[in-house]
């Protein structure tokens, strides 16, 4: 018997991160208790726990065949063996909402055999819902969006760390364009299928919780997000990372590829 289609799985995530974002209203700008994560891995709060206990129950109390892989749950192999996987950043941004910056976000999607199928990033201070499910097109709180028309270089705002647009990433030579940063992995690829900046680059090895949902939002706004070498995403691997990300209209990402010359690695 088939399972649920991407709509229906994209309505269950929306619900879900409005829940989220009402638990994390509650702890914002409210000093929540926070601690930092072995291994250098950054800090978390009791927010992220509260928001990433009441996914987990919601989404797998209404899809118990799925698999489940979140920032904030102990990973297992379990996830590798089903077909659909919740991928799940409880607050994406974790450092903004900390020194109270609205510029945090929920990420959820669910991923089907590698692919993104429904996705949400929903920015619950701010009031932004983005939210895709594949062949159905992209919404800002459900109003269709599109990436940008921008084609050239000069002409383009890129969301990056400074990092990201030095030398060392660009032996032909930084591209001429505008930077611009958002302290939200999810939020940056948000933005860029919204079409308010033109692309957004990162040559570190990202976490898929982190732009799993961002990839479908683009890609269903007519744009394109790879890997930093230009390969497909893929996700639910083993290890759930991936090589970087370099998203953009199709013709731009062309043209961001292209100043990056070949065969050039990303680099932490």
Same mark, same amino acid.
């Given at each position: 018997?088939?399972?649920?289609?991407?709509?229906?799985?994209?309505?269950?995530?929306?619900?879900?991160?409005?829940?989220?974002?009402?638990?994390?209203?509650?702890?914002?700008?409210?000093?929540?208790?926070?601690?930092?994560?072995?291994?250098?891995?950054?800090?978390?709060?009791?927010?992220?726990?509260?928001?990433?206990?009441?996914?987990?129950?919601?989404?797998?109390?209404?899809?118990?065949?799925?698999?489940?892989?979140?920032?904030?749950?102990?990973?297992?192999?379990?996830?590798?063996?089903?077909?659909?996987?919740?991928?799940?950043?409880?607050?994406?941004?974790?450092?903004?909402?900390?020194?109270?910056?609205?510029?945090f976000s929920h990420s959820l999607a669910v991923v089907e055999d590698g692919a993104v199928i429904a996705a949400v990033v929903y920015l619950p201070i701010r009031g932004k819902l983005y939210a895709a499910a594949l062949g159905a097109g992209a919404t800002?709180?459900? $109003? %269709?969006?599109?990436?940008? #028309? &921008?084609?050239? !270089? /000069?002409? @383009?705002?890129?969301? *990056?760390?400074?990092?990201?647009?030095?030398?060392?990433?660009?032996?032909?030579?930084?591209?001429?364009?505008?930077?611009?940063?958002r302290p939200s992995l999810a939020y940056r690829m948000a933005l860029v299928g919204e079409g308010r900046f033109d692309a957004m680059i990162t040559f570190r090895q990202t976490w898929e919780w982190d732009i799993a949902a961002g990839a479908l939002i683009?890609?269903?706004?007519?744009?394109?997000?790879?890997?930093?070498?230009?390969?497909?995403?893929?996700?639910?691997?083993?290890?759930?990372? $991936? %090589?970087?990300?370099?998203? #953009? &209209?199709?013709? !731009? /990402?062309? @043209?961001?590829?292209? *100043?990056?010359?070949?065969?050039?690695?990303?680099?932490?």
């Amino acid at each position: 018997m088939p399972g649920p289609d991407a709509r229906e799985d994209l309505a269950l995530l929306v619900e879900a991160a409005r829940g989220a974002g009402r638990i994390a209203a509650r702890y914002f700008r409210d000093d929540p208790e926070t601690w930092n994560k072995p291994d250098g891995a950054g800090p978390v709060t009791e927010a992220d726990i509260a928001v990433d206990d009441m996914l987990r129950e919601r989404l797998m109390d209404a899809r118990p065949g799925y698999g489940w892989l979140s920032e904030e749950t102990p990973d297992g192999p379990a996830r590798l063996s089903a077909r659909r996987v919740f991928v799940v950043d409880p607050i994406d941004g974790t450092q903004a909402f900390i020194e109270g910056s609205s510029a945090f976000s929920h990420s959820l999607a669910v991923v089907e055999d590698g692919a993104v199928i429904a996705a949400v990033v929903y920015l619950p201070i701010r009031g932004k819902l983005y939210a895709a499910a594949l062949g159905a097109g992209a919404t800002l709180n459900d $109003v %269709a969006i599109r990436t940008s #028309a &921008a084609r050239h !270089l /000069h002409e @383009a705002k890129v969301l *990056a760390t400074k990092h990201t647009l030095g030398p060392a990433h660009w032996p032909q030579g930084v591209p001429p364009v505008t930077r611009a940063y958002r302290p939200s992995l999810a939020y940056r690829m948000a933005l860029v299928g919204e079409g308010r900046f033109d692309a957004m680059i990162t040559f570190r090895q990202t976490w898929e919780w982190d732009i799993a949902a961002g990839a479908l939002i683009i890609a269903e706004a007519g744009g394109l997000a790879t890997d930093a070498m230009g390969q497909p995403l893929r996700f639910n691997a083993a290890t759930p990372k $991936v %090589a970087g990300v370099l998203a #953009a &209209a199709p013709d !731009l /990402h062309a @043209a961001l590829m292209g *100043a990056r010359g070949p065969g050039d690695a990303p680099t932490a």
